[in-house]
């Protein structure tokens, strides 16, 4: 691949940034209880399902700010949204050696919503997190965000990856739509603040003009 021709492009896929802080106290102590293993692909395996079934899955808590969305404060949490999660999963890869990336997009979900939409006012989930790691020469997407808990609610699988093919949220739940990705932003070294509160307050500006903080529903940001 023409981007990973150079070192500074390898580089930036293994550091450590404000937020992917990986060798902080609090991310050295989660990824105590990540089961090591001699195989790479199993080894990342580990990684992504001790992320995803550490956290119970929470979008009802949203907080962009740069003090908040650090892997060491994820890592001390017992809920999580799709970014945080990601986040971590990114920071703990990159600690055990795997080149990964932050990704982004905009889904719909179609099943158990309803609550969110009230707050959310629109279908679309935007800047859905997930990860991107670099395994046996190529890219592998992953989805560390839904906890078998959220998944038994849900009525939907859990998602597995095998650390070789992409493995997206489920399109359907039996014969169910389920999720449906309307775009993807690319991925991202570190999380790109900027187009993330640009891209949130466009298609939820009612959060950003009426911000709120309730035990149900709390949204930050920081002014850009």
Known sequence: MKEQSTA???????????????????????MTGIPCQDDPKQQAVAIYETVRDAFLYDPYHLDLRRESLKASVVAGKKRAWCVEKSLLACACFRAFGFPARLGFGIVKNHIGVEKLKTYLKRDEI???GYVEVWIDEKWSKCTPAFDPRICKLSGVPVLEWDGRED?????????????????????FPDIPFELMHREMAAYYPDLFENPIDTKAFSFHFDPI
Not at 11 to 16: F, G, P, R, T
Not at 167 to 187: D, N, T
């Open 8 to 30: 500074e492009n390898w580089e930036q896929y293994l550091a450590e940034t404000p937020s992917v802080n990986f060798s902080s106290p609090e991310v050295k102590q989660f």
């Open 126 to 128: 935007v800047f859905h």
């Open 167 to 187: 493995s997206l949220f489920q399109a359907y739940a039996g014969e169910k739509q389920f999720m449906e990705y309307l775009h993807f932003y690319g991925e």
